[in-house]
């Protein structure tokens, strides 16, 4: 009796989709746990840097819910209203924390000019501090564990949330020098100044996230390390001689990469599209989760990029014989179409 096959591996756009749920769910958790003991502390010591922290907690929750279901909506399935995916939701989760964590920043260095005109004693020191030194150990614990998932899966809604919850770890430092401060030292001022640190984090914090979230909005380019990668795998067939119009951008954990390559026009359109493949397969074997749309040029018959005008470095050849199986990816006049776009996701 034969033993039944083993089940086929997950693809790594699926495992990598796996553990940003799994990350995102222990997010939701981390940031309930942590709302329930800093509010606590600030009823038993009316601290403004445990009610900075408090105010910053509900934030990261809210933060981590808009994650959880971002990286859910993200990893369904293009269709026929979303030919590429739907992976920029992550982008614009990282857009909805950066807006929370202003928010957070702007109320928090508030309250703390505040408390610096009108000091208030901090009291019941020592349950604030075991509060935040607990906060600190569990924040110090998610942390790590987002670093481990973004090896994995790079989401940026996650590495948006792992930088908010850094922010925090920083800030939870902060504040427990000003609960000792303000309940040991007899110096209140001291954690409204605490306070106000944590303000001026938060917001260096959120202007990060916000860029890197408009990057991924605006399609800016992948590191010139991962474009380089790709034309030196590409370029590794001798049969391709050169690669222009090279585009890349990324669509949530997916990199989109779009070329032009140089081939012998004498080639069949067989022989073409093996090569073709061929450097696909290249490709993704240093990026798996890629999505690549490689297309072929007779080489020196290169259609300049749209917008520029034609330069003609050699006469036109003498256009083929119908009987002939010579590749031309480039003809001079196409005739209009309405069919749908050809690509991975039609």
Same mark, same amino acid.
């Given at each position: 009796?034969?033993?039944?096959?083993?089940?086929?591996?997950?693809?790594?756009?699926?495992?990598?989709?796996?553990?940003?749920?799994?990350?995102?769910?222990?997010?939701?958790?981390?940031?309930?746990?942590?709302?329930?003991?800093?509010?606590? +502390? #600030?009823?038993?010591? *009316? %601290?403004?840097?445990?009610?900075?922290?408090? &105010?910053?907690?509900?934030? !990261? =929750?809210? /933060?981590?819910?808009?994650?959880?279901?971002?990286?859910?909506?993200?990893?369904?399935?293009?269709?026929?209203?979303?030919?590429?995916?739907?992976?920029?939701?992550?982008?614009?989760?990282?857009?909805?924390?950066?807006?929370?964590?202003?928010?957070?920043?702007?109320?928090?260095?508030?309250?703390?000019?505040?408390?610096?005109?009108?000091?208030?004693?901090?009291?019941?020191?020592?349950?604030?501090?075991?509060?935040?030194?607990?906060?600190?150990?569990?924040?110090?614990?998610?942390?790590?564990?987002?670093?481990? +998932? #973004?090896?994995?899966? *790079? %989401?940026?809604?996650?590495?948006?949330?792992? &930088?908010?919850?850094?922010? !925090? =770890?920083? /800030?939870?430092?902060?504040?427990?020098?000003?609960?000792?401060?303000?309940?040991?030292?007899?110096?209140?001022?001291?954690?409204?100044?605490?306070?106000?640190?944590?303000?001026?984090?938060?917001?260096?914090?959120?202007?990060?996230?916000?860029?890197?979230?408009?990057?991924?909005?605006?399609?800016?380019?992948?590191?010139?390390?991962?474009?380089?990668?790709?034309?030196?795998?590409?370029?590794?067939?001798?049969?391709?001689?050169?690669?222009?119009?090279?585009?890349?951008?990324?669509?949530?954990?997916?990199?989109?990469?779009?070329?032009?390559?140089?081939?012998?026009?004498?080639?069949?359109?067989? &022989?073409?599209?093996?090569?073709?493949?061929? /450097?696909?397969?290249?490709?993704?074997?240093?990026?798996?989760?890629?999505?690549?749309?490689?297309?072929?040029?007779?080489?020196?018959?290169?259609?300049?990029?749209?917008?520029?005008?034609?330069?003609?470095?050699?006469?036109?050849?003498?256009?083929?014989?119908?009987?002939?199986?010579?590749?031309?990816?480039?003809?001079?006049?196409?005739?209009?179409?309405?069919?749908?776009?050809?690509?991975?996701?039609?």
């Amino acid at each position: 009796m034969t033993s039944p096959a083993p089940p086929p591996a997950p693809a790594p756009l699926e495992d990598a989709h796996l553990a940003t749920r799994r990350i995102t769910r222990l997010s939701v958790g981390v940031a309930l746990v942590l709302i329930a003991l800093k509010a606590f +502390a #600030l009823g038993a010591s *009316g %601290s403004v840097s445990i009610l900075a922290t408090l &105010a910053d907690s509900v934030l !990261d =929750l809210v /933060a981590s819910l808009a994650t959880f279901f971002a990286v859910r909506w993200a990893a369904a399935p293009a269709d026929e209203h979303h030919r590429y995916g739907r992976g920029k939701g992550e982008a614009l989760a990282a857009l909805v924390q950066a807006g929370l964590v202003f928010a957070s920043a702007v109320f928090i260095g508030w309250e703390g000019i505040q408390r610096i005109f009108d000091p208030r004693p901090v009291t019941s020191g020592a349950w604030a501090t075991g509060v935040v030194i607990i906060s600190i150990a569990i924040t110090a614990w998610l942390v790590w564990m987002q670093t481990q +998932a #973004l090896k994995k899966t *790079g %989401s940026m809604a996650v590495a948006g949330d792992r &930088a908010h919850y850094a922010a !925090d =770890l920083a /800030a939870n430092l902060v504040v427990l020098i000003g609960v000792i401060s303000g309940a040991y030292l007899g110096a209140p001022g001291l954690d409204a100044a605490a306070g106000l640190v944590v303000a001026v984090w938060l917001f260096w914090g959120a202007t990060g996230m916000l860029k890197a979230a408009a990057d991924h909005l605006l399609d800016r380019a992948v590191p010139e390390s991962d474009r380089n990668m790709i034309t030196q795998a590409v370029l590794s067939d001798a049969r391709i001689s050169g690669v222009h119009q090279l585009r890349t951008r990324m669509a949530g954990q997916v990199m989109m990469v779009q070329m032009h390559v140089d081939l012998d026009p004498d080639l069949t359109l067989d &022989a073409a599209h093996a090569i073709v493949v061929e /450097a696909e397969t290249r490709v993704l074997s240093h990026y798996p989760t890629a999505d690549i749309l490689i297309h072929a040029d007779p080489r020196g018959r290169v259609r300049p990029p749209v917008g520029l005008p034609a330069k003609t470095t050699e006469p036109p050849p003498a256009a083929p014989a119908a009987s002939e199986s010579t590749i031309d990816a480039e003809p001079r006049a196409a005739a209009p179409t309405t069919a749908p776009p050809k690509g991975p996701w039609s």
